[in-house]
């Protein structure tokens, strides 16, 4: 049910595993616990998937073979899993057969109402092997009436939350975005065909011609006669998950029209606006603060430098599940580099606080390292309230803005002096107006009802701190 | 959809992953594909499973977290698959939710209607993730009405084939061997709770005691009660697949009251009385004919010589999948002894003829280390037939006992004399009558209607060689 | 040092690092820790070594490349090590550069010198980097005087122990035997070439034709002339390893005019003549004591039955380093055929007893089964002393032979009864005089003096109990 | 032979194979292919080494064996090497036994004299089992007179070229940098003991103390007594590779004094002094030239964009072996930011050009992503001769500067404009003055006698390019 995954379809091209392949070495930052391919000759279908990254699940021979009866059209998907979901079933994408459609599906996001539907569907007839989105938009398919659009369009319509799909049939591709639009989705032109993905890095992999994002609310469907646009509910203000440009994407990735590095720059240079400290060093937390460091100096005028390494060897922290790990990681991939440290007023530029326990590391060892002042800048608001449209940081007892001021989190982490960046700061350095973005995780407004975890979200009022940040 | 794959189940045993684990491995030669292991505590179900051998699949870390919420129940299986179905959905056991039940499955055998069911249950709405046997097992399950047990027997009486089912409940576990009992099926008691298995090696492994078989046509259910037995079908004549005792099963096991041992042997005495040809040497084909060859030594009055040394260090020939690698295979596993065969007339006992490849290899290595003669003895019948109901060697233009007499036999695979053990002398070694086995491999008297392969056996008719063997 | 080794040379033919891949397969018994091959063209010489199976060092592309610039020449190496030896400086084949001579040597065997001449070297100034005996022997080579036969002959003089050479240099291949002959080493010719290897079951594996085996004292040379003989020690009584007979070499292997099988199945004979006892079943335990068991059977009139079967998914228990897994392994690796046991009075016919622990694991397991009475016959007598030619059960602690009466082993292990096979008896099954053999684990009268050893034997004089055997 | 491995030594501290371990994860830069650690407790040595990793070929377990016997001190090494070398032999750490001491070398750099030593140690009774530099001092060592310290120093003296050792007795350890210091060695204080690397960055990993670096000519021994300096060369004017500024080492390193980022940054001030362009963007290429580029943009006023993304799943390609390979790199792990680029005027900055394929592809990769102009600016000087102390750019073929004038680069890697860094420039940029440093790939003045490589430098005379530029 997470957010991260990345989803890819490929439409009318030659060798569409070897693609996909390429395209999903692309999207691998979105999910590094399960990769898989299906491709279709428009006779018969054909897949891998497995545990580990797409390097590792597929090789050269696998390749090969998926390509080799002349298939047209593929899917793919590499998957971020929460530790509980991390099981055979749920690897995707997922082939469905039935009487009136086989189709291959993968997906990322959550749906709010999944339990609702599950059981409404149980009630039905219908049995799950999994708990994927996947699984419940085919079965939701075959028991609607009506030709394939008509069903998915109805299908649809009862999914609550935050969702892309991308459906192959034989001779058909569908590329499906939420009303709200809360995960990108966009396709482009390689040569005849077309591509499907969650980020515009894996057409550019490919060497394909960005067309445009698929817009919420609407089916984008791949034929022989083109393209074609269709729409499951009304044109109406998104709510693009802010996480995409502060942390997710790729920096080279244009999400609905806006470039994610830029996108980076331009929230640092709000920040510094807002909140400029005086210091010898800006230093950006690397990656994914690197660009917002660097709006941050630019726009304070203060002089910016790469005062830590990350180290070549290892992952990346945010991703793994355990706690124990996280910790390990830190020390064993940022490397400060000591001559611009020691003795040092610092800035750290980071792009988000969630549990706290990095930076509060990082500031650890930069005082090791014999920072004078550490002054700590964060390229977002504050996170107050659990995310249920797939961000991973949904356990609400580890998010320690929910529990703490900033000031309480300045002394838990032990900087000197911490700021956020404003809510209104961020929409204004995206361009943004709050309608158009979703704030749920600053201000608790979430876009769509709540569903399954209404009960889970009246239970935090009573313990949650009063105070507000903004 | 294959025959071969190992089942088990445990009821109210402490640490039933790390039970099960050793089970597997004792079952590990009915499947090397993938494994897989699902426990509950009465409250939830997990599960892991993968492609790869049960050592591969699981380490002590795997086993020890599926044992750590303290589950009393567990379902497990090896899978041996062929080529087309080697798919990550595949991977057994599988596990379903439904309102009206949560349970994992696993099966072996293969459903002749198949097609049929499947087709009717998409008609119904059921949808379709693999081509396994549990997944329709799963949604007849849900379809029927009535309480579980009711709705399993109605269930159990639409399937037309070969099958065991082992099914996890949360607080059951149900072990179904179909009508005929094509296959094997097993329990025995360990502490206070119970063992389920394809083969009755795996309860020695564990320390179990043997309880008995698990009839045709009997649905046998653990609970907190104890063992309840339930028929869906009447007793009557079954349909034992005589290659359990040929060559599938291991040779501690011991089949519906007879041991596999003890039955190579005996089939081996009864070759020996059909045709014995004077010798030097008899010498067994390691390692599933060493058993027959002994027998048949002794009832011949022919010295009987461990003349071909199987290395180490090699897998099995039979499981592995395309023709290339069994040919390599031949000539890296089986070793000569110079001394026992140079200038010898030697007899090659072995357990069957599929292709041929096999053993006309063997002989062209035998005469290249100096045999003077070459004889050789077939413990059980030529087989002239597919089989359907799981044996992989379905392919019937691969079988050689189709498309040639024996004589034919004899001279494509180069042997100075050849015999095959009758029909009538097989199920006189195994003290069985003919309607107690399914003979179809060698008659092409298919114990249940064929259904899907219907169409396939008629094309059959017309090309098959005249010749009976008997 | 240790004794397990395979060796193996190639000379003057085609693609000699793809055959001796094929060869060192056939050799892989003898050792599973490392292996390596290096070829030579006549030119240059190129290698590759490093841990694990013949078939996990190399693989096919690692095989192209070494026979990539027309190689003709090949030495390769498999070996067994004792965890302290476990060193990648260890590997072999060892490759050294002099500017008298290049030459690539593997090795076996057992220096009982090694400290001395290694101390005498150093004298000199050599340095040392491993523990192997090949290093060893290049310094002598260098240091020795004149053209290199001589200065190998004169090398070879200066060692003592049990020990086999394959030395190649850019065109000539030399395999050394030591005066004793404790370790087998034979050659065999293939097309216009050679083939030389510590076991014929290599040459077998390659289609070559065995010529004879190497004599102790003996440097046969293979060189564009043919094959020449030369002697470094005089023709006297060998010493072989009776070892090799009764558990190292493989059946198919001819060792010095016996073929191995042949040796085993007429211990077992003698055994029976010595020692029958009434029973139900003989069982031999597998592999390595079939042949022994057949022997018994036959000569004692008593029923033969493959009471044990061996789990193909396992390894070989002896080769384990530690005794913790010694354990596990047997209860892993050998089942009991219930049938045949429950109730019955069995003899278990076992190659040899080192440590005891084995026996006893199996004992208690056959019981378990419902043995009536388990009885232990030996084919090999007892080992009382330590051996320092090679067999890797040389800490002196853990023969259980050493500290205890034949009696007190039975009560130690749980037989019902216990015989070994005598020494006399041994001899008379090979054809041998005891002058032929090394006898020193049996008598612990060493056929050379030992060195390094002799203060650990004296010290032993105290310990060990009176009681002799035989 | 290679430059680019790391070097490691510890002198008195707790857990010292735990240490080493961390200590080698952060010098993984300078070598991929194999790692290997030896730690003694004053008694014995023990040691483990193989390709790979340090994550691969050590785990907790091996690091915790090799810990057990309360070792002190310990030498580790990560090697990079050429696909010739790249055999099992030359793994360093080497282990050497000989009577007058037993001790451990790891080492780093290129014997020019190594041909001559070799053969000169053969003439005095040497073998040589490796190519590695190691083994030449080991030999060496042990052949002159005298106590450890002056063989040391002797031996010293007879060598010619680029290296470091650190070599470890039982109680001693020596860190030895050449006389004119090509390659960076420092250490430091952890605790009561020591720790010596080939950067700093291993000691900030450990949270060691830097205390200096080693001179050139400079011995350093860590014993019971403390730290002693001793010379075997006077000090003269050094020439440290400038390489490591510009490339191989890791910016938080500090090296000769001057830290590697503010290295970078400061030639990227200094490029832009001599040859900025005007242009919408300056571009650096991850990672090694970003400090440069940071420092070029600053200096000529010029806005920084991070216009390239690396991907965090791919390696690094200068270090893979192969043409082929390095290509398919450059398009998996490079993404431009396409509005960044698209319709753009940018320049790149990077750190060297060796063989120009990468940066040919590189613009040819950001022409297709739209940019108008492409600059390219270096921040080194053009390189126009081998490199024989270790870099590996020794194939003079590949090198692009050695064949074509600056404008003839140009044209071939297809850029509008393109300026290297002079080399009064690139020694400004780093305060040194030309005596202070090696310059030989750009000017073909070698520090030292070339003695090996006279010949190969005699034959490029007639060879190469007339023109100079500078």
């Known amino acids: 049910m997470n957010h991260e995954c990345g989803v890819l379809g490929l439409y009318n091209v030659q060798k569409p595993a070897n693609k996909a392949y390429n395209a999903l070495y692309a999207l691998q930052h979105r999910g590094q616990e399960s990769a898989g391919i299906f491709v279709t000759n428009g006779e018969s279908f054909q897949g891998y998937k497995n545990f580990g990254l797409v390097r590792q699940v597929f090789d050269e021979e696998a390749i090969d073979r998926l390509d080799q009866n002349e298939p047209r059209h593929a899917v793919g998907h590499v998957r971020y899993a929460g ?84 459906i192959m049939r034989k001779n058909r591709l569908y590329a499906v975005r939420d009303p709200k639009g809360f995960m990108p989705l966009c396709y482009g032109k ?84 807002e909140s400029a400290v005086d210091c010898d060093w800006v230093i950006g937390v690397p990656d994914s603060a690197l660009a917002a460091a ?70 650890k060892m930069v005082r090791e390292f014999g920072a004078r002042e550490v002054h700590v800048r964060i390229a977002s608001p504050k996170m107050i309230g659990p995310c249920f449209y797939g961000v991973d940081s949904s356990d609400y007892n580890d998010l320690i803005g929910a529990k703490k001021s900033i000031e309480g989190i300045r002394e838990e982490i032990g900087a000197d002096s911490l700021a956020f960046l404003s809510l209104p700061g961020l929409c204004k350095a995206l361009g943004l107006s709050q309608d158009q973005v979703c704030t749920a995780c600053y201000t608790e407004k979430y876009p769509t009802d709540l569903h399954d975890f209404e009960d889970f979200v009246q239970s935090l009022e009573v313990k949650k701190v009063p105070e507000r940040w903004y």
């Open 294 to 363: 660097q709006g941050y100096a630019q726009a304070a005028g203060l002089p910016l430098q790469s005062g830590l390494i990350k180290n070549k060897y290892s992952g990346r922290s945010f991703i793994e599940p355990t706690n124990q790990k996280r910790r390990l990681a830190v020390q064993m991939k940022l490397s400060p580099i000591r001559y611009l440290i020691d003795g040092k007023s610092v800035t750290l530029v980071d792009d988000s606080i969630v549990r706290g326990t990095t930076v509060r590391q990082l500031i």
């Open 83 to 166: 530790a509980k979901d991390n099981i055979v079933s749920n690897i995707q994408p997922m082939f469905f057969r039935h009487l009136r459609a086989e189709f291959a599906i993968c997906s990322n996001g959550s749906i709010l109402n999944y339990d609702k539907l599950n059981h409404d569907l149980q009630n039905q007839g219908s049995i799950f092997q999994s708990t994927s989105n996947c699984e419940i938009m085919a079965h939701l398919l075959v028991r609607n009436s009506g030709t394939f659009l008509p069903a998915l369009q109805e299908s649809l319509n009862t999914l609550v939350g935050s969702y892309c799909f991308v």
């Open 190 to 273: 390689l040569g005849d065909g077309y591509v499907v993905a969650s980020e515009s890095c894996a057409l550019d992999m490919l060497g394909a011609e960005f067309v445009r994002d698929v817009e919420p609310g609407e089916i984008v469907e791949f034929n022989k006669d083109g393209v074609r646009s269709h729409r499951f509910a009304p044109k109406q203000a998104g709510a693009i998950c802010l996480m995409e440009y502060i942390y997710f994407a790729r920096p080279d990735s244009t999400v609905d029209g806006l470039n994610v590095h830029q996108a980076r720059y331009q929230t640092g240079m709000e920040l510094a606006r």
